[in-house]
C-alpha cells in the first residue's frame, strides 16, 4: 500500500490545518489507521489513530481535545485536523497503516508509512 500525505504548512499559534493521507494499493477499510509525528531532534511520537472502520479513535494526551482524526473509507483518505495550534506541535508528520482492523498507539504495530508533511507552528 501507498501513502501520500500532505497538507503541511506554516500556521501562527492558535491556528489550524488538516492533514490528508491518501492510501492506494490495497483496501483501504481493511486497516486502521494512525498519525504520528517527529520533532526536530526527537525521536517519532504517536499522535492519533482511527480504527478500521467502526471509528474508534484514540489520542496522545498531548493533542486530546484540540486534534481530530477522521476517515473516508470512499475516498480512501484519513484526516487530521489540528486546532489550537502550539509552536509545540511542530514537527514532520506521518499517516501510517496497519494490518490490525484495531486502532493502535504502537509504533510497531505499523508496517506502511507515508513520507510525511510539515508542519510549523510559529509563535
Known amino acids: 500500500v501507498q501513502l501520500q500525505a500532505s497538507g503541511g504548512g506554516l500556521v501562527q499559534a492558535g491556528g489550524s490545518l488538516r492533514l490528508s493521507c491518501a492510501a492506494s494499493?490495497?483496501?483501504?477499510?481493511?486497516?486502521?489507521m494512525g498519525w504520528f509525528r517527529q520533532a526536530p531532534g526527537k525521536e517519532r511520537e504517536f499522535v492519533a489513530t482511527?480504527?478500521?472502520?467502526?471509528?474508534?479513535?484514540y489520542y496522545a494526551d498531548s493533542v486530546k481535545g484540540r486534534f481530530t482524526i477522521s476517515r473516508d473509507n470512499v475516498e480512501n483518505t484519513v484526516y487530521l485536523s489540528m486546532n489550537s495550534l502550539k509552536p509545540g506541535d511542530t514537527a514532520v508528520y506521518y499517516c501510517?497503516?496497519?494490518?490490525?482492523?484495531?486502532?493502535?498507539?504502537?509504533?510497531?504495530?505499523?508496517?506502511?508509512w507515508g513520507q510525511g508533511t510539515l508542519v510549523t507552528v510559529s509563535s
Open positions: 501510517a497503516a496497519t494490518l490490525s482492523s484495531y486502532a493502535s498507539t504502537r509504533m510497531t504495530d505499523y508496517v506502511y
Open positions: 494499493g490495497r483496501t483501504f477499510s481493511s486497516y486502521a
Open positions: 482511527i480504527s478500521r472502520s467502526v471509528g474508534t479513535t
